[in-house]
């Protein structure tokens, strides 16, 4: 049995990781899961990974909704995936933009990705050891996170961002294949 602070987690973006990217999600109906998050999840489970949710949410942010309409999406997503075996560990987002934020949103923070914030507070919540932990974006702002925490492993999912991050990672299209790589990565 793992210990607590052995633990190691599956960081997940969620816009254009968990769901498709629809533009300032905050309506269950709009929800599209993206193909593959399912399986994946609940292959990181039975090999022990904590799924954790790190999300950057500009929408609040920007006033196009608030922090309750988030919450209660994630309540009902939550659920829905509860009816699929999974459980998510923890949900951490970041309602933060500097540039486009109104009023208490508008300003810098930790939180925000490509900063470690969200991961390094995981960490500590959590008893996640980072360097055995694997993150999963669909921007450059993720693998910039996740090499600044010291993940051991950043996937980016091909087609929110064209172009090249920089920082070390493994660019993928679809989930199946980090899926394959954590079957294969069991050694600590």
Known sequence: MTSLSNARALFLDRDGVINQEVGYLHRPEDVRWVEGIVPLCRRAQSLGYKLVVVTNQAGIARGYYTSQQFEDLMTWMRAELAREGITLDAVYHCPYHPEHGIGEYKREHEDRKPGPGMLLRAARDLGIDLSQ????????????????????????????????????????????????????????
């Open 133 to 188: 932990s694997v993150m999963i974006g669909d921007r450059c702002s993720d693998i910039a996170a996740a090499n600044t925490a010291g993940l051991r492993q950043a996937f980016l999912m091909r087609g929110t961002e064209d172009g090249e991050c920089s920082g070390d990672y493994v660019a993928i299209d679809a989930l199946d294949e980090v899926e394959k790589w954590l079957a294969g990565s069991l050694s600590v």
